[in-house]
């Protein structure tokens, strides 16, 4: 209880210096394992992201994962747009700043739910049951992230009116077993 009462900016410092103290270690096998494969992990710092109203802020405090661009319809129809670009971010590392009531989440498939601002409708996060983690998308944040999309999947459902116009690795679906 003694937590709750102390001074937002306290618990976000604590919070950070944990994250130093261990993350220099081998905390997580499965961060590890992921970054390794794909060395795009990172230590984000003061990383903040917010909706259009502005209603919902937040802040990352750990390593953004697997940057990518998905282009399945559930994405594409959530964003309105051709695709989705987004990282994976472990539930621990995103501090809700404000806002976190208006967020809504609808599910979308089984164990998917999918977060947006209720006042304004931005995209938000992304939650995965069977992973227990967020995913973010990169563009509500507000800082440069200084990852950058790695590769696209689900092209087998991209938009036909939409060319893809880097040389990215292009996957018709998920390049690894199905997670969620
Ligand atoms: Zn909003
Ligand atoms: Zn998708």
């Known amino acids: 209880m003694a937590a ?3 001074p937002f900016g306290t618990q976000i410092f604590a919070s950070l210096s944990i994250r130093y103290a261990t993350l220099s270690k081998s905390e997580n096998s499965e961060t590890e394992k992921h970054d390794t494969q794909f060395k795009k992990g990172r230590l984000a710092m003061a990383i903040f992201g917010s909706c259009l109203c502005g209603e919902i802020k937040f802040q990352i405090t750990g390593p953004m994962m697997e940057p990518f661009h998905c282009h399945c319809s559930r994405c594409r129809k959530q964003h309105g747009a051709a695709f989705r670009s987004r990282v994976r971010v ?3 590392d995103l501090h809700w700043v404000h806002g ?5 989440y609808y599910k979308s498939s089984p164990g998917f739910h999918r977060g ?3 006042n304004c409708g931005s995209p938000i996060v992304n939650f995965a049951e069977r992973l227990g983690e967020f995913g973010v ?3 509500i944040l507000d800082d440069d992230p200084e990852v950058k999309p790695q590769f696209h999947i689900f092209v087998g459902n991209k938009a036909p009116w939409f060319e893809i ?3 990215l690795p292009q996957h018709e679906e998920l ?4 997670r969620e």
Do not use: Q, S, V, Y
Request: proline share 12%; net charge positive.
């Open 137 to 139: 998308p990169l563009g």
């Open 100 to 104: 976190e009531d208006k967020l809504k």
């Open 4 to 6: 709750k009462l102390r």
């Open 175 to 178: 390049p690894w077993p199905r």
């Open 165 to 167: 116009a880097d040389d």
């Open 90 to 92: 472990k539930t621990i």
């Open 116 to 118: 947006f601002c209720n």
